[in-house]
């Protein structure tokens, strides 16, 4: 069975420092891996996807990922915190080869402080 | 461009009423199709998910149903609502090859009272 774990409920930044939400995972073979992010009373947003290749991914609005097979971690990192970027963000995998539903993490609520 | 439309966006509705959130995807064909509901602003958790017309997988027992009478169409139903019914449904779609990122919903904010 695949799993996501995101360890952290809560994540404080302040504006112009990096930050990181960490995501780990557990799945069968080589995993598909995902971000998403959602602010209030929206649906959620894709950010990035790894499937194969560079390890380091880039996304949207700054956001990168990089991929760790030996750690089975797939972060999701930004330079510099914008107080924008304060909001609900998921993990998910997916298994190819396996049960294509996408498995989500928890969410971790991003709070960047001016 | 695809684009999926949920609504209504908010409703409130009394213990025991009926329910119907609507779906629909356009610029797409034989997606598969999501619903989720998000309690508390947190964890999703999977309701309903079709590959085709009239296939529908059901995660978790419930008083919920889902339907989809079109390619592009995902109903999600009650016959009598219960108060912890309420939350944030979110649709979702992807493409039948299921190696990418799922397309989600603006929601619809379901309040039992």
């Known amino acids: 069975a695949q799993s996501v774990a995101q360890p952290e409920d809560q994540v404080n930044v302040a504006e112009g420092n990096p930050l990181t939400v960490k995501c780990t995972y557990s799945?069968?073979?080589?995993?598909?891996l995902f971000w998403y992010v959602q602010y209030p009373n929206r649906g959620l947003q894709f950010l990035l996807k790894?499937?194969?290749?560079?390890?380091l991914v880039k996304g949207s609005y700054g956001f990168e990922a990089e991929f760790n097979k030996s750690q089975t971690s797939f972060h999701l990192k930004k330079p510099s915190a914008l107080v924008s970027d304060s909001a609900l963000y998921f993990c998910?995998?997916?298994?190819?080869?396996?049960?294509?539903?996408?498995?989500f993490g928890r969410g971790t609520s991003l709070i960047v402080h001016p | 461009s695809q684009t999926i439309h949920q609504w209504p966006a908010t409703l409130v509705q009394p213990v025991g009423s009926p329910l119907s959130l609507e779906c629909t995807v356009e610029?797409?064909?034989?997606?598969?199709l999501y619903w989720y509901r998000q309690a508390a602003g947190r964890g999703l958790q999977l309701l309903f998910y079709?590959?085709?017309?009239?296939?529908i997988s059901s995660e978790v027992p419930q008083n919920l149903s889902a339907s989809r009478p079109q390619d592009r169409q995902f109903i999600l139903s009650s016959k009598k609502l219960l108060l912890s019914d309420s939350g944030f449904y979110l649709c979702?779609?992807?493409?039948?090859?299921?190696?990418?990122?799922?397309?989600f919903g603006e929601g619809s904010r379901l309040t039992v009272l």
């Open positions: 979702a779609w992807d493409r039948a090859s299921n190696t990418g990122e799922l397309f």
């Open positions: 799945v069968s073979g080589n995993p598909y």
């Open positions: 790894y499937i194969t290749g560079d390890n």
């Open positions: 998910a995998v997916r298994a190819p080869g396996g049960s294509y539903i996408p498995t």
């Open positions: 610029g797409t064909s034989n997606p598969n």
């Open positions: 079709s590959v085709g017309i009239g296939q």
